[in-house]
């Protein structure tokens, strides 16, 4: 579902790792709520702050954070930004 949801940013890399198991019995785990890593590289970044690229994500995927991610650790950059 992130997957299908980043796609409105225009990733040129998309790698997302699933944490969930690193955090049984965490309250947002037992309510069904993933923990992730997400690192994404799009042009949309580009003269963007970290803040703004947050929230472009953010935005992304939107419902997903109120269910179905807990958390979500984020690297985004931009394509000419090494990683």
Known sequence: MIRDRM????????DIIDESHLHAGHAGARDGGGHYRL?????RFAGQGTMQR?????DAAGDLMQGAIHALSITAKAPDETL
């Open 54 to 58: 947050h929230r472009l994500v953010y």
């Open 7 to 14: 796609q409105a940013l225009g990733p040129l890399k998309l």
């Open 39 to 43: 690192t994404i590289v799009s042009p």
